[in-house]
């Protein structure tokens, strides 16, 4: 891709998502962390009516007279953006593959952020971390971002959430919102496909969910729900180069096809509840916007209650 393609590429995708910002999105990717941190403000002497419990004993005791710490509301919030760029997601069966649809998902996520003045960082990751941008403001950050999830060349094929989510755990010191977003067919695929124990997902996705707010983004392809029937087929997994053939004219083949695929979702819904993560799912033949704003104002509702 020449520089003029891949500056007109960011154009678009800004575009798009600019307007879907202004249309439903602003400020309303808040995490339930929005504004309930607290920055430490000042250290002053005990006043009437001031809390008892916010009394420093150790400066109180050193001085002689009571103290206080006194705290203000965190209204800086930093959103991370988790990509696979797996050697499975450059896989699509219709106008987009899974790469390019997280693309768009993402960079609208990005630009709400920036909306509201909250920092952005990127995490783009396949069985290691292959790009890490730091969390900072501005247009020029969120362009870039958006440039190096279009562009980037990924030197590994599979896929290792444990650990992008050990990772994004030891660089970000302070809590975020983390959208993670991913296939899943390598984590809860058919068993002989796995490359980590299911398990040990869902507890690296567990305990990046205690320390931040984890969002799972869980995007899929028509074609790995269901075959069509197209007689003889070759399926390569684009991670390993394995090949299986199928006749996909048999209709118990197809019926076999989509009750595994049936089991694989289930079993990750199960999965998520367990860990307490939040979920969405997103097929790329769909529009990703209405998906998204049910759940942000879901969230929103559940804030005030």
């Not at 309303?28 to 504004?35: D, E, N, V």
């Not at 430490?40 to 050193?62: A, K």
């Not at 919102?177 to 299911?198: C, E, K, N, W, Y």
């Not at 990046?208 to 969002?215: E, K, P, Q, R």
Request: glycine share 6%; with cysteine.
């Amino acid at each position: 891709m020449t520089l003029s393609e891949i500056l007109a590429s960011v154009r678009r995708v800004e575009a798009r998502t600019n307007r879907l910002v202004n249309d439903m999105m602003v400020g309303a990717y808040l995490s339930r962390f929005k504004g309930r941190g607290m920055d430490f403000e000042e250290l002053r002497e005990y006043m009437p009516g001031d809390d008892v419990r916010s009394i420093d004993w150790n400066v109180t005791n050193r001085m002689g007279r009571p103290f206080v710490k006194r705290y203000r509301e965190e209204r800086e919030l930093c959103v991370l953006l988790a990509v696979d760029v797996s050697a499975s997601s450059a896989f699509g069966s219709l106008r987009r593959t899974k790469r390019e649809f997280a693309v768009e998902i993402a960079a609208t996520l990005a630009v709400s952020a920036a909306r509201s003045s909250d920092k952005v960082a990127l995490l783009l990751f396949s069985d290691q971390v292959e790009l890490y941008i730091p969390p900072r403001k501005g247009r020029r950050h969120i362009l870039r971002i958006v440039r190096e999830m279009l562009t980037f060349e990924p030197k590994h094929p599979g896929t290792d959430i444990p650990a992008a989510m050990t990772f994004l755990n030891h660089v970000l010191r302070r809590r975020a919102i983390v959208f993670l977003l991913t296939d899943f067919l390598h984590s809860f695929g058919a068993p002989a496909l796995r490359r980590q124990p299911v398990r040990d997902v869902i507890q690296e996705l567990g305990l990046t969910n205690a320390h931040h707010d984890l969002v799972c983004l869980h995007l899929h392809d028509p074609r790995e729900r269901e075959l069509p029937g197209a007689g003889l087929l070759t399926v390569e997994d684009a991670e390993t180069g394995e090949l299986l053939e199928l006749d996909s004219g048999r209709a118990s083949v197809r019926a076999k096809f989509a009750s595994a695929n049936e089991q694989r979702l289930g079993e990750l819904d199960r999965a998520f509840n367990r860990a307490g993560v939040d979920t969405l799912s997103f097929s790329t033949a769909d529009d990703f916007a209405p998906v998204l704003q049910h759940f942000f104002e879901t969230r929103r509702g559940r804030r005030r209650g």
